[in-house]
Every structure is written in structure tokens, then in C-alpha cells.
């Protein structure tokens, strides 16, 4: 029986091979099945090193849309014009997690990994950013301020209701211009002082590092940071503190120290503010002192008989805090404070009390009715000293109080009865000197470290206090509400921390009140009119 051959059954011929048969595999030569494994490794090599590079700079929102997306192609074949995945998340969200080691910007919406200590020359850490986001928030305040945007503390707190609430009687004379006071302050506008002196180069290049009004408010004393090192003092004389020119001429000497300047205070020997109270650091084998410097050396012309004073030195070191005594019981005195120990000194007799304590003192301040002296210490005590006691004994402490971090200011209030007091903790508190007890706490105080000065005023019914984020705080004495939030002019650091000033009358008994801000080489000037 004849039969014909079957179709594509000679090998042959390339045309005549058997094709593949429905549901079976198709053969293949077992070099090239091992050429498109190796092939096929490679590539998802390279697809997953790109995605991997990928998944560093995303979040992890993003991570799970890619592998959801790529997971049905790494199943399948790949084909040659394949490319990896490129899908976005929502790592943009307010939900991003928080990585370790990782910043997430919510401008490029992307983590950046942080680099403490790197080589780098702009590497990103921690500081950086919160250096970043605390100079966003000072131009965005700033920029309020320009625009009159941000001006009432409270809601419903304006001129016209006050006055309407005074005619009707539901506050009284005290009431009303207590408020008044309140609503002048959260209108303040910021204004630059131009500044005069005889030598303009130098007022270009030092950098205000203290401001501090004498008792009239028509002097400022100063002490600058020149450039080359060490400091220099002047005063500023503002008189000529007057809108629409705000002019002022600073008077400076050629007295120049190398020491840091630990604290200081107007010193009253000859008659009001005569003198200037200053407690330097040692250097080197140069000890620390206490001295007292005239005020008349700043003046170029003295009125008659009044002659240019003596400057006196104390040699008195590791003096952290000084100050004056206005007291007769204590006339011709100041008081120094050391580590565990406080120094009562007499200028003109040169006689001195030592009193030991446990703690380091770095604020002090006499009361002015009462023969006591407030102490402020690194342990956070405050205690009162009798000045009537000649001894050491148990009966000296008068009165003690507790904060929890060190105290860096102490304020006694006119009447004497209660004290304000904050520390390094960024604790503002009002005691009761007769109870013991704190009775109000002004909250918003930015403090870590630094040896930063409170100023209450009370006749304007304010306290005034500048934290270490640079901003300028104002609160309401009687209530404790936060009034004013007032943002350096400079970019924030912490080597440019804002001098301030309060005083009911700037520039002497016809002044306005107003505030003065020293910052590197400017002075500001917020007014209430």
C-alpha cells in the first residue's frame, strides 16, 4: 500500500519542522533555554538596583504602589522595550511616617537622609533644618507686621469698645488704662533709630552685645563686641529720641577689655546713676573683678562742678551677678555673686560680708524699703539675705523659694510683697513673698542655657522678656496673657540674641513709652504713638 509522507517531518528543511501542538510547550535547544535564563537574571538585576535606588529617595507610601504595580510584570515575560515603573504616592500627605536617620521635605516631597559630622560642605542635619523652619516663621511674622495684619491681641479688644465699656461703667478708672496700655502695646510698630557717633566706621562693624536704661530712661549704656575681639561701652544719650527723626548720639572712651562681661547694673555713689557696675570674668592670669565705672567718662563736656569721676576696681573673682543698693541701711553698698558664696561690699569703707551658700548665684537684686537681698541661684533657689545680721549664722536666710532650673533673673515688684523670678527652664513665676507661694506663671518663654534678663513694669502693666529663639515676648502683668510676639529683625542665631529696653517714658519725663531693640549693629525703636 502506497503512502505519502508526512507534512514537515524532514529535519531538513526549516519550513518542513514540526510545529507545536495546542496546550504543549515549545522546543528549544537547551544553549539558548540557558542563554535567555542569564539574560532574563541580568535584567531584573538592573530592574531591581534602579527600583531599589528609587525606593531611597520615596516614602514608604510609595514603595507599596510600585511593588503593587511591578508584581504582575515579574510573573509574565519581559518583554525587550520594557522599562521600570515610575509610579508616584502620597508621600506628600500630612500622615509621612518618620524615618531614622531620614528628613522628609514637604516641599520636594522626598526624604533626604541626615548627615551629622559629614565631610560634606553643606551637609543636611537636625540644625540646619530647624535653623530653616525657624527663619520661615520669623519672615512670615515679619511680613505680617509690615502688613498691619496682626495688630489686636484679643478678639473684640479695640479702642471704641473700651471706650464704650468705661461710659457704661463696667470698668473702672484703673480697668480702663490697664487695657489702654494692653491695646498700645499690640499696636507698636517697628521703627530703625538712626545712631550718631564720632567715629561711623566703628558703629558699622560693632555688634550691640547688652543694652541698659538708667532710671530716667534718657541714657543707655552699651557694650559692643568689636570686631577685632574683646568689647568696648558707650552711651547712648536719648534725648533726641522723637518721631518722626529718631536721632540719637552715641558717646563712647577709649576703655576696652579683653574679659567677658558677666553682668552689670547703674550704680548710684555720687548721686543718681553716676557710675556703671560691671563684673568681669579672669583671663589668662588676669582674676576676675568688680569695677565701677563713671559715667562721666562718656561725656565730652562736664556741666560745672562736676568732674570726671575715678574709676574704681574690686578685685573680686568668679563674679557671676552684681548689684546696687539703694537702701540706707545699705548706702555705698553692692553685692556680688559667686560660686557658694555672696559678697556685700562697701565703696567707701571697703569693708566686706561673706555669706556661703551651696549653689552658684547668678542674679541678685536689693529691695528697697526692707534691708534684704534677693539671690537667685544655679540650683534653683531663691532665698533673701538680712542684711542686719553680722554674722553667718541660721537667722540670715529670710525667705526661700523654689524653681526647678537654674534662676537667671529676680525682680522685686514696688510694694515688696511679691517677687517675679525666671529661669533656665523658660519658667516665668510670680511669688508671694508673704505666703511663699507663686501665684501667676507667664507661659511662651523660650530658655535652654543662656543667662537671659526679665524686665516687669508695672506701672504699664507688662512684662517683657526675650527667649533664646530670638523672639520678644510681652505679656500682660495683671493676667498673664501673651499680648505681643515680636520677631528679630536678623535672621535668628544664637550668638544675636535681641538687648531690649522697656520704659514708660524713652528719653526722660516727656518721653512716650516705648521699647528699644538692640540687635548686631542696629537699634530699633517700637513706639506707641
Not at 335 to 355: A, C, D
Amino acid at each position: 500500500m502506497h503512502r505519502e509522507p508526512d507534512v514537515g517531518f524532514d529535519p531538513g528543511s526549516p519550513e518542513s519542522r514540526p510545529g507545536p501542538k495546542a496546550g504543549a510547550k515549545p522546543l528549544r535547544h537547551p544553549g539558548a533555554e540557558m542563554y535567555k535564563n542569564n539574560w532574563q537574571n541580568r535584567r531584573r538585576g538592573r530592574r531591581s538596583h534602579q527600583q531599589n535606588s528609587r525606593l531611597r529617595q520615596h516614602g514608604p507610601d510609595e514603595r507599596c504602589n510600585s511593588v503593587a504595580e511591578q508584581s504582575p510584570q515579574d510573573s509574565g515575560p519581559i518583554s525587550d522595550d520594557e522599562s521600570p515603573s515610575t509610579s508616584s504616592g502620597s508621600a506628600g500627605s500630612s500622615s509621612v511616617p518618620d524615618l531614622p536617620g531620614f528628613y522628609f521635605d514637604p516641599e520636594k516631597k522626598r526624604y533626604f537622609r541626615l548627615l551629622p559630622g559629614h565631610n560634606n560642605c553643606n551637609p543636611l542635619t537636625k540644625e540646619s533644618i530647624r535653623q530653616k523652619e525657624m527663619e520661615s516663621k520669623r519672615l512670615q511674622l515679619l511680613e505680617e507686621e509690615d502688613k498691619q495684619k496682626k495688630k489686636i491681641a484679643r478678639v473684640g479688644f479695640n479702642a471704641s469698645s473700651l471706650l464704650q465699656k468705661s461710659k457704661l461703667g463696667f470698668l473702672n478708672v484703673t480697668s480702663y488704662c490697664r487695657l489702654a496700655h494692653e491695646l498700645r502695646v499690640s499696636c507698636m510698630q517697628r521703627k530703625k533709630v538712626q545712631i550718631q557717633s564720632s567715629d561711623p566706621s566703628a558703629l558699622a562693624s560693632d555688634r550691640f552685645n547688652l543694652i541698659l536704661a538708667d532710671t530716667n530712661s534718657d541714657r543707655l549704656f552699651t557694650v559692643n563686641d568689636v570686631k577685632v575681639g574683646g568689647s568696648k561701652y558707650g552711651i547712648i544719650s536719648l534725648r533726641g529720641l522723637k518721631t518722626p527723626s529718631l536721632k540719637v548720639h552715641m558717646h563712647e572712651n577709649l576703655y576696652f577689655t579683653n574679659r567677658k562681661v558677666n553682668s552689670v547694673c547703674w550704680a548710684s555713689l555720687n548721686h543718681l546713676d553716676s557710675h556703671i557696675l560691671l563684673c568681669l570674668m579672669g583671663i589668662a592670669e588676669t582674676p576676675g573683678c568688680a569695677t565701677l565705672l563713671p559715667a562721666s567718662l562718656f561725656v565730652s563736656s562736664h556741666p560745672a562742678g562736676d568732674r570726671p569721676g575715678m574709676l574704681c576696681s574690686f578685685r573680686i573673682p568668679g563674679a557671676w551677678s552684681c548689684a546696687w543698693s539703694l537702701n540706707i541701711q545699705a548706702n555705698n553698698c553692692f553685692s556680688t555673686g559667686l560660686s557658694r558664696r555672696v559678697l556685700v561690699t562697701n565703696v567707701v569703707t571697703g569693708h566686706r560680708q561673706s555669706f556661703g551658700t551651696s549653689s552658684d548665684v547668678l542674679a541678685q537684686q536689693f529691695a528697697l524699703m526692707a534691708p534684704l537681698l534677693f539671690n537667685g541661684c544655679r540650683s534653683g533657689e531663691i532665698f533673701a539675705i538680712d542684711l542686719r545680721c553680722r554674722n553667718q549664722g541660721k537667722g540670715w536666710k529670710a525667705t526661700r523659694l523654689f524653681h526647678d532650673s537654674a534662676v537667671t533673673s529676680v525682680q522685686i515688684l514696688q510694694e515688696e510683697q511679691n517677687l517675679m523670678a525666671s529661669d533656665m527652664a523658660g519658667t516665668i513665676k510670680l511669688w508671694d513673698l508673704r505666703t511663699t507661694k507663686c501665684i501667676r506663671q507667664y507661659e511662651g518663654h523660650v530658655n535652654e542655657y543662656a543667662y537671659l534678663p526679665l524686665h516687669v513694669h508695672e506701672e504699664e502693666g507688662i512684662v517683657v522678656a526675650v527667649g533664646q529663639d530670638c523672639y520678644t515676648r510681652i505679656w500682660s502683668f495683671h493676667d498673664a496673657c501673651l499680648l505681643r510676639t515680636i520677631p528679630s529683625p536678623h535672621p535668628t542665631s544664637k550668638a544675636d540674641i535681641p538687648s531690649v529696653a522697656f520704659s514708660s517714658r524713652l528719653g526722660g519725663f516727656r518721653g512716650a513709652p516705648g521699647l528699644l531693640m538692640a540687635v548686631q549693629q542696629d537699634l530699633y525703636c517700637f513706639s506707641y504713638t
